[in-house]
């Protein structure tokens, strides 16, 4: 696959879409499994709260990922990211409320690195609950 974003076409500071992702007991159960990260902070609300969570929180590689979808689904192709680092900041709980947390992701263009190369870091922002949950959150995008 090929980046459908043409290096030429964009410029720094242009938002890719935002997006929203909901998270539920289930979607960390599934999780779990296909990871193979059973920690029960992620679907033991007991156990959560008795290591001093407010409520289970979901896998921060979960969250992560779902912060990448939002580049991944801008360049269509999911190879296109070269690089990609966050600092976990809060965690997104999870209540068991049937409606559970989202993850709200939005991103932009914050430079054009490299003519020759055509990558651009994309600068993104996750939030939950009015909350940061990732901060430091940059990919390097090989654009076409």
């Known amino acids: 696959m090929t980046a459908k974003i043409s ?33 029960p902070i992620h679907w033991n609300e007991k156990i959560a709260k008795e290591v001093g969570l407010p409520d289970v929180i979901a896998h921060g590689m979960f969250t992560m990922a779902e912060a990448a979808r939002v580049v991944t ?27 559970g947390a989202v993850i709200e992701v939005s991103g932009k263009v914050a430079a054009k690195l490299d003519d020759e190369a055509r990558t651009v870091r994309v600068d993104l922002i996750a939030t939950s609950a009015g909350q940061k949950v990732l901060g430091m959150s940059r990919a390097v995008v090989k654009l076409a």
Not at 14 to 22: G, I, K, R
Not at 73 to 95: I, L, Q
């Open 7 to 39: 290096y030429d076409d964009v410029e720094a500071g242009a938002e890719l879409p935002a997006q929203s992702f909901p998270v539920t007991r289930d979607t960390l159960v599934r999780y779990a499994g296909a990871s193979g990260d059973f920690n």
């Open 73 to 99: 689904d801008w360049t269509g192709d999911p190879g296109a990211v070269v690089e990609y680092g966050v600092r976990f900041t809060k965690p997104v709980v999870v209540p068991n409320d049937g409606e």
